[in-house]
């Protein structure tokens, strides 16, 4: 079985963009920069984001649906 290639996510892109040689430390050397907490403080942040994001697609969906169910009682009220 061949080996897996390694996955390279969009952020990643932009580090590699502003700076191509952090990129290379941080994911060749594991290097961490000297400001951790605020890494942790944006993986935070996006992983809210994420949750918020997937929230209100669910309300979209429910309310089209709900909008769906009135226009059909209308047509046959």
């Known amino acids: ?11 990643e892109l932009g580090e590699y963009d502003f ?16 400001f951790p907490e605020r890494l942790a403080q944006g993986e935070v942040a996006h992983q809210r984001h994420g949750r918020d ?5 669910w309300l979209r969906t ?11 009682a209308l047509v046959f009220a």
């Open 62 to 72: 429910v309310a089209i649906g709900l909008l769906l169910l009135a226009g059909l």
């Open 1 to 11: 079985m061949p080996a897996r290639k390694p996955i390279i996510r969009a952020s």
């Open 19 to 34: 700076c191509a040689r952090a990129w290379w430390l941080r994911r060749e050397c594991g290097w961490q920069g000297r």
């Open 53 to 57: 994001l997937q929230q209100s697609q």
